[in-house]
């Protein structure tokens, strides 16, 4: 039992009813983390600047984001230690303290005019940041919700995926042309510090011997029994579910790094018209989410992973013949979009269901560090594109990988009988 269960059961254990009426603040707060974690998915609008200023490569003014997710994978893991050991409070609140730290240092770069500058600052300490705060989403959140777990985690992480959406126009458009890159990354300190403290204030666990009453409507899920992550790694459960995340993540990131180039130049878009695809993309991967976890707890989680992974693939190795124009690329990118919503919403429910709640934080983290493998997929589908001049064979490569997972998927559902 963490410290701070012990704190919360002395206020909350005489007035069951009142938390299950407020427990929807945690999924509130879990949504708010995940807004401020995913503004990292904005850093595409500040690489033409600094290309332009500074006279990088794009690669180079990319680095700092790859570092990101890839620190961000690696921190999940004793993030989500600290998270079980200390109460998701204290943990979430450090992370927002290292936000506004990084951001705030990465707008010194019009003084530390250097590539390693951004990489140290926003890459290594903006991703340990990130990873202390996502580790406190899905956790407490699967404590207060046995009955509807998937669509709770779900609604708390859309958040994650509806950043780019909201905020990369508005930053291309009016923060950086008005304030600059330094400006808009102080700003991005600013707000990332204050919203995600004060989400962390918000965040706690049930109190001992929390239950939630079942009704027609709701009906609790059976607790698996707790595995230590000791234990865990050694199941194939783990490695199953491990390989299929990583294999669907190296998908969707691979379709939001290229969906736009493909539209510019194969389909001779507009940039702007090109962009759009995007936002398409971030509109169904943020509000897909709820919708992911409601089937997801209706139907089970495997079973929708099952079908979207037979649309991913689909959509993959014929996407060079279904997008043909404009309208039609829109909608490839929101099936695509659907896809990595449904796989990030449901993992932390599959792994709960896998696993059990106690060591939830450690647990996802160490099946979170797929994230980080997938993240390098767009680096190699960049360079296959260079190499063959065509998208064909990157994007028919994502199909065979959604179609391993699409197997990995049956076998968890058939053999193991994985909800």
């Known amino acids: 039992m963490n410290t701070e269960t012990l704190a919360n059961s002395s206020t909350d254990r005489d007035k069951p009813n009142m938390a299950v009426k407020t427990r929807w ?3 509130l707060a879990g949504f708010l983390l995940g807004l401020m974690g995913g503004l990292s998915y904005t850093w595409g609008v500040y690489v033409g600047p600094l290309a332009d200023r500074f006279r990088w490569t794009t ?8 570092v990101f997710m890839v620190v961000f994978a690696i921190a999940m893991v004793p993030a989500g230690r600290l998270q079980d050991r200390l109460g998701p409070r204290r943990i ?4 927002a303290l290292l936000f506004f ?4 240092l990465a707008a010194l770069v019009g003084r530390f005019p250097f ?12 991703g340990i940041a990130c990873g202390l705060t ?3 989403v899905a956790p407490p959140v699967r404590k207060w919700f046995p ?5 709770a985690v779900s609604t708390s992480v859309m958040g994650f995926g509806l950043a780019a959406l909201v905020f990369a126009p508005f930053k291309a458009a009016v923060l950086i042309p008005r304030f600059g890159v330094e400006g808009t990354l102080l700003m991005d300190a600013l707000m990332t510090g204050t919203i995600s403290l004060a989400a962390a204030s918000m965040l706690r666990n049930p109190p001992v011997g929390y239950a939630v ?3 027609r409507s709701t009906v609790a899920f059976q607790a698996p029994r707790d595995l230590a992550p000791r234990d865990m790694t050694r199941s194939p459960i783990f490695w199953l579910l491990w390989t299929a995340l990583a294999l669907v993540v190296a998908g969707g990131l691979t379709s939001v790094g290229l969906i736009p180039s493909y539209g510019k130049l194969v389909l001779q878009l507009t940039p702007a018209s090109a962009a759009i695809a995007t936002s398409v993309f971030a509109g169904f991967n943020g509000f897909g989410r709820p919708l992911a976890g409601y089937l997801g707890d209706r139907f089970g989680s495997v079973r929708v992973m099952i079908v979207t992974c037979v649309i991913q693939a689909i959509t993959f190795l014929l996407f060079t013949t279904l997008a043909v124009d404009r309208g039609t690329l829109y909608m490839t990118s929101a099936f695509l979009g659907w896809g990595f919503a449904a796989t990030l919403a449901l993992f932390p429910t599959m792994t709960s269901n896998s696993f059990g709640t106690r060591h939830l934080g450690v647990n996802y983290g160490l099946v979170f560090t797929a994230f980080g493998v997938g993240a390098l997929a767009p680096t190699v589908g960049a360079t296959v594109f260079d190499v063959t001049g065509s998208y064909m064979p990157v994007f028919a490569s994502a199909g065979v990988l959604a179609g391993l997972a699409l197997v990995l998927f049956v076998v968890l559902n058939r053999r193991f009988h994985l909800r």
């Open 101 to 104: 730290a990084a951001y705030g």
């Open 59 to 66: 690669a180079a003014a990319m680095l700092p984001f790859t």
């Open 25 to 27: 603040t945690v999924p």
């Open 92 to 95: 979430a609140s450090a992370g």
């Open 147 to 151: 009955d509807r777990p998937a669509f």
């Open 115 to 126: 590539v390693w500058w951004l990489t140290t600052s926003y890459g290594v300490l903006g």
């Open 134 to 136: 996502y580790a406190c």
């Open 213 to 215: 009453p079942v009704t």
